[in-house]
């Protein structure tokens, strides 16, 4: 796990193992979690349907870099878990997490989009609304033809970018 601390701003970035997707996507839609206890899960990014959508074109993209990989290098990622943290102490309304949520959730398509992959329809965001406030993105790791999105490894320019662009926002 990466953790960028920008003061009172803390951003992390982890991968999601392939085929762990749809079990990450159950916590972060569950309130019923024990970690979810006083939470409002809100302005989920998708509806069940596209979730399903987007569940099985993660699994293709999987199976493509499975199918297409001549390196021979085993594929262990297939998204990545992006949390941005809101201080407390900033007492964020709903509304101003949902104004930060459609802000970043911009910033982080343009940032596909300039690097050439158009994956606006893969990318995943909730709020926890909760005594610490957090953005939940899914991101994609591969591309449309399953090949690694090689901007996205990189904590140096991607990571910093965002949580530089998330300081900004909020």
């Known amino acids: ?13 982890e991968n999601i193992e392939k085929r ?10 569950s309130e019923k979690h024990e970690n979810h206890d006083d ?3 809100l302005g989920n990014s998708m509806n069940n349907e596209e ?3 987007y569940l099985l074109r993660s699994d293709k993209y999987i199976d493509t870099n499975i199918n297409n990989n001549t390196r021979g290098v085993k594929l262990k990622v297939s998204e990545k878990s992006l949390v941005l943290t809101i201080p407390p102490t900033y007492n964020a309304t709903r509304e101003q997490c949902l104004i930060i949520q459609e802000e ?7 940032m596909y989009r ?3 992959s158009d994956r606006s ?3 995943f965001s909730n709020i926890h609304y909760q005594d610490n406030p957090h953005i939940n993105f899914t991101i994609p790791y591969l591309d449309e033809n399953g090949k690694t999105l090689r901007f996205t490894k990189s904590k140096g320019k ?3 970018q965002i949580a530089k662009h998330f300081t900004k926002v909020v």
């Not at 796990?1 to 970035?13: A, D, E, P, R």
């Not at 762990?20 to 839609?29: A, E, F, P």
């Not at 970043?104 to 343009?110: E, H, K, L, T, V």
């Open 1 to 13: 796990m990466s953790i960028k601390n920008l003061g009172t701003y803390y951003c992390s970035i």
């Open 20 to 29: 762990d997707l749809k079990q990450y996507m159950n916590y972060l839609l």
């Open 39 to 41: 939470t409002e899960i």
């Open 51 to 53: 979730i399903e959508q």
């Open 104 to 110: 970043m959730f911009r910033i982080i398509n343009n």
């Open 114 to 116: 300039n690097e050439g």
């Open 121 to 123: 329809e893969d990318i």
């Open 158 to 160: 991607f990571f910093k």
